[in-house]
């Protein structure tokens, strides 16, 4: 599986931005895919996962309620919507794919060394 990510920019506190991963590969549907963040100087951070299906999700406690993590099998698409952007969101943001074709949430799906396929990033900056 190949992921690319896009949508990142700048946006001012409060602002909002639609991260896209677009991924290859015909066993998409059999990976969940997590979001993560790196910002500088510190260690790359847990953002959001969903499930193959799209049925389980899971969320960094700071991001529930501002960031809604969904995905189109049919397209090989995952979305990140982001509102309410504070400036300590700013960070490269990063998708990955980790092979999970169960119907079950996956406990590791929070740590970033039991993902499998990494995107490249897309930088994401909020101004106060």
């Known amino acids: 599986v190949q992921l690319q990510a896009s949508g990142g920019g700048e946006v001012q506190a409060g602002g909002s931005l639609r991260l896209s991963c677009a991924a290859s590969?015909?066993?998409?549907?059999?990976?969940?895919v997590g979001w993560f963040r790196q910002a500088p100087g510190k260690e790359r951070e847990f953002v959001a996962v969903?499930?193959?299906?799209?049925?389980?999700?899971d969320y960094r406690d700071s991001m529930k309620g501002r960031f809604t993590i969904s995905r189109s099998n049919a397209q090989n698409m995952v979305y990140l919507q982001m509102n309410s952007l504070k400036p300590e969101d700013t960070a490269v943001y990063y998708c990955a794919a980790v092979w999970a074709p169960g119907p079950n949430y996956g406990l590791g799906w929070r740590i970033p060394n039991e993902y499998e396929y990494w995107g490249q990033g897309t930088q994401v900056t909020v101004s106060s």
């Open positions: 590969g015909r066993t998409f549907n059999s990976y969940a």
């Open positions: 969903i499930s193959w299906s799209g049925a389980n999700t």
